[in-house]
């Protein structure tokens, strides 16, 4: 036995063997890897918004006419629907930042938890909308029209909002901080916990108002 161990030991000293290495003490195969730049980078980016914007069989421009129509959830960030009927329409949550309304006709619709962050909502219609929730930051509303609306716990803050009407409204638990309510007309009102700091209320009407600034 011993012998046999000379034998390949001798033969593991020639020049073939030398030049012939272990395969146990190759490394793993792995995966060729490709040159730098092989494939391209992609990149997550928004598609393109139809233009119109078609929801639930509503044309979404300026002056439609889409009644009750379903928009829950939509994103309508910037969309121009001014002059548009939207009554008893459902903008649940939906995505108005910076959007145009001016004139619209949101009456009875609703927008709780709606943003509406800068949007334009000159003389827009939203009697007896449900607002709760809603986000107006830095919004137009001159001239607008929410008597009897629910605003509770919405974001006005920096508003600027002269002459608007909320006649009528509920507004509780509200952030109304900075806005500009300028000739506003608060008669029958009901305010109650709100951030009023630094808000204007010159020329305001506040008749038969429940908790309105007075002393401002």
Not at 38 to 63: Q, S
Not at 180 to 204: H, P, S, T, V
Request: hydrophobic letters at 45%; glycine letters at 8%; aromatic letters at 6%.
């Amino acid at each position: 036995m011993k012998f046999i161990e000379a034998i390949l030991a001798a033969a593991c000293l020639s020049a073939t063997c030398l030049a012939m290495p272990s395969r146990a003490a190759e490394p793993e195969a792995r995966p060729r890897v490709t040159e730098a730049g092989t494939f391209p980078i992609i990149h997550d980016t928004e598609a393109p918004r139809p233009d119109p914007l078609v929801i639930n069989g509503c044309t979404l421009k300026p002056k439609a006419d889409c009644p009750g129509v379903d928009l829950s959830q939509a994103d309508l960030r910037g969309i121009v629907l001014s002059g548009a009927n939207l009554r008893g329409a459902k903008l649940t949550r939906a995505n108005l930042y910076n959007a145009t309304l001016k004139g619209a006709d949101l009456s009875g619709a609703d927008l709780r938890g709606a943003t509406l962050t800068k949007s334009h909502m000159q003389g827009m219609q939203a009697r007896g909308a449900d607002l709760t929730g809603a986000n107006m930051d830095f919004a137009r509303l001159a001239g607008a029209h929410f008597e009897g609306a629910n605003l509770t716990a919405i974001s006005m803050e920096a508003a600027w909002a002269p002459k608007i009407r909320l006649v009528g409204a509920t507004i509780k638990a509200s952030n109304l901080q900075e806005a500009k309510f300028n000739e506003a007309d608060l008669g029958k009102a009901i305010m109650e916990g709100n951030i009023i700091r630094y808000a204007i209320w010159q020329g305001a009407h506040m008749e038969n108002c429940t908790g309105c600034p007075f002393d401002w």
